[in-house]
C-alpha cells in the first residue's frame, strides 16, 4: 500500500504507542483543542500526538501535535533522532518524480464539493492562540505552478477563514510562493492554487525544504517517503495534487495589488503575533476529501510549529552547505532559535576562513537564518552547554565575529526592519531585513597549537559498565568494619 498519513498512524502506533491519544469528549475548536496540547506541554508527561473525534460543528476529527517531537518525525524517514539530519539530506537530494493516479484510484476524490456545496465551515478549523484573528488552516502546503516553468511549487503558508467560500493567503516574501504570486501580478493574471491538507509528515516536511530554485517539492516528497507521491489532476484548477491527502482545498487567487484584505493577527514562529496587513485571497473553487477525512493542523507559535520547520531545514542545510564546504559534519538549528533563526554548525576546518563559507553558504539557503556558529568536528552540536563552551575558550569577538546589517530575513520577526532602519513601521511587508552574525567559534586551523580539551580516555569510557551502579541504601553500605 502507498504511503499516507493513515499508514503513518500505524507505523506510530507499533513503534510509540504512547505518541498518539485520542479525546472522545466534544471540544470546540477556538482554543480548546490547542489548550489540551499545552495543558500536556507543561505537565510533561509526555508530548503525544492528539485525535480529537468530536469537534463541535463538524463532522470530521482533528489531528494536531503530530510533528511536535523529533521521535515521531524521524521515524517518518525510518530512522531515529541522532541520524535523522543526514537521512533526511539523504532522502531530500534523492529526487523522485510523482505518480500520477486516475480519479478512481484516488482517495482525496471520494467526495467532492463544487459551486454552491463549497463550504470551509463544514471544516474543523481551528482557531489557535487567543489573539489570533480567528480560525487558520496552517498544516497543508500550498501548490501553485511557475507561470515560466511549468514547475509546481509547495509550501506551507497560513491561510485566515474569511467566508464560506474564501481564505486568505499569506506567504513569506522570501519564499518561492511570493516570488510565484509576484510574477503572476507582473503578468496580470490570476494564480491557481491548492491546498493539501492531512498526508503522511513527508509531504508537509517536503514543503518545508529548503530547495534550489522554485519547484521539487513534490519530488522531494517522493525522496522521503522512498516512493513516488501519488498526484491527481485537481477538480477545478490546472495542478496536480496528492491523491492520498486527506483533504484539498482549490482555488484562484487574484493578483490584483489592489484586491487585498486586512489580514492576521496569527501566532508564528517567533512566538510572537506578527505579519499583520493587507494580504491577497483565495476563492475557493472545490473542496475535495476521504468519505471519512481526517483534519490535520499545526499548533502554530508551539512546539509542533518548530519542530516542523527545523528539522527540513537542518537536512536541507546539511545536505547543500556541504556542497561549498565537504567537510560539514552536522547542522542544528535549536529549539531556542525557534529552529530558524540559529544555526549550530560543526565542520572539520582544514583553512582558517572556512567557517564564514560555511555561513555564507548558510545564510544563501535559508534567508531566515540569524546567526550562524560555527563550530569544530569534536563539538556536539545538539549539545547546546558545548556550543556555548566554546563560545567562551575558542571565540574572540574583535576577531571572530562578522556583523551583517541590511541582509534579507523574513517579516515575521518583531524587530526586522526596513531600508530606513524602522522597525516600527506598520507595513510587515517592508520589514524584511536583519542585522545577520557570524561566530566563528572554530580553533586556528593546523598547523597552529591549541590546548587540548580535558577527557577521560574513550576506551576506558566505553568499557564503564552502568549495570554496576546500586542504590544508595544507607552510610552502613560503606561504613562497615573490613578486614585487612
Not at 533522532?81 to 482517495?107: H, I, L, Q, S
Not at 568499557?463 to 544507607?474: C, M, Q, S, V
Request: hydrophobic share 40%; proline share 7%.
Amino acid at each position: 500500500m502507498s504511503k499516507d498519513l493513515r499508514t503513518y498512524l500505524q507505523q506510530l502506533q507499533e513503534r510509540y504507542p504512547d505518541h498518539l491519544k485520542i479525546v472522545d469528549k466534544e471540544v470546540d475548536p477556538k482554543w480548546e483543542i490547542t489548550a489540551m496540547v499545552e495543558k500536556l506541554r507543561r505537565e510533561q508527561n509526555g508530548f503525544p500526538a492528539v485525535l480529537f473525534c468530536n469537534v463541535k460543528g463538524s463532522n470530521l476529527p482533528v489531528l494536531i501535535n503530530l510533528a511536535g517531537s523529533y521521535e515521531r518525525l524521524a521515524l517518518a524517514i525510518e530512522t531515529n533522532v541522532k541520524n535523522m539530519v543526514p537521512e533526511y539530506a539523504r532522502r531530500e537530494g534523492n529526487f523522485t518524480a510523482p505518480k500520477e493516479v486516475d480519479r478512481g484510484e484516488a482517495p482525496v476524490k471520494e467526495v467532492v464539493w463544487t459551486g454552491d456545496q463549497v463550504d470551509l465551515r463544514k471544516l474543523p478549523i481551528v482557531w489557535h492562540n487567543e489573539l489570533d484573528s480567528g480560525y487558520y488552516v496552517d498544516a497543508g502546503p500550498a501548490i501553485v505552478k511557475d507561470p515560466d516553468t511549468g514547475k509546481q511549487n509547495a509550501g506551507i503558508y497560513r491561510h485566515e477563514l474569511q467566508a464560506k467560500d474564501e481564505l486568505g493567503f499569506m506567504s513569506n516574501p522570501a519564499h518561492h510562493g511570493s516570488y510565484v504570486l509576484r510574477r503572476y501580478r507582473e503578468m496580470g493574471q490570476p494564480m491557481e492554487v491548492a491546498i493539501a491538507v492531512g498526508h503522511h509528515p513527508a509531504w508537509p516536511m517536503a514543503g518545508v525544504s529548503k530547495l534550489g530554485g522554485i519547484g521539487g517539492e513534490l519530488e522531494v516528497a517522493g525522496g522521503l517517503l522512498g516512493e513516488p507521491l501519488e498526484v491527481v489532476q485537481g477538480e477545478t484548477v490546472d495542478l496536480l495534487v496528492p491523491a492520498r491527502a486527506e483533504i484539498v482545498i482549490e482555488g484562484v487567487l487574484d493578483t490584483d495589488p489592489e484586491k487585498l484584505r486586512h489580514e492576521g493577527p496569527f501566532g508564528e514562529y517567533p512566538r510572537f503575533y506578527t505579519g499583520v496587513g493587507l494580504m491577497p485571497w483565495l476563492k475557493v473553487t472545490a473542496i475535495t476529501m476521504r468519505r471519512d477525512a481526517i483534519y490535520q493542523t499545526v499548533f502554530n507559535a508551539h512546539t509542533e510549529h518548530t519542530c516542523l520547520g527545523a528539522l527540513p531545514r537542518m537536512g536541507s542545510l546539511f545536505r547543500r552547505v556541504r556542497e561549498v564546504i565537504p567537510t560539514v559534519t552536522m547542522v542544528n538549528l535549536p529549539v531556542s532559535g525557534m529552529g530558524r533563526g540559529h544555526a549550530y554548525i560543526s565542520m572539520k576546518k582544514a583553512r582558517d576562513g572556512e567557517p564564514k563559507q560555511v555561513a555564507f553558504a548558510a545564510f544563501a539557503v535559508d534567508p531566515l537564518v540569524k546567526h550562524v556558529f560555527v563550530v569544530d568536528d569534536d563539538v556536539d552540536v545538539f549539545n547546546e552547554e558545548e556550543v556555548l563552551w566554546c563560545m567562551c575558550t575558542r571565540f574572540q569577538a574583535d576577531r571572530d565575529l562578522a556583523i551583517i546589517p541590511f541582509a534579507l530575513d523574513g517579516h515575521l520577526s518583531p524587530n526586522n526592519y526596513d531600508i530606513d532602519r524602522d522597525e516600527r513601521s506598520e507595513d510587515r511587508h517592508k520589514k524584511v531585513m536583519a542585522t545577520k552574525m557570524i561566530l566563528d567559534l572554530t580553533k586556528p586551523a593546523p598547523p597552529t597549537f591549541y590546548p587540548t580539551p580535558c577527557a577521560v580516555p574513550e576506551e576506558v569510557v566505553q568499557r564503564a559498565d552502568t549495570a554496576d551502579l546500586k542504590p544508595f541504601e544507607g552510610l552502613e553500605q560503606i561504613l562497615r568494619p573490613r578486614t585487612a
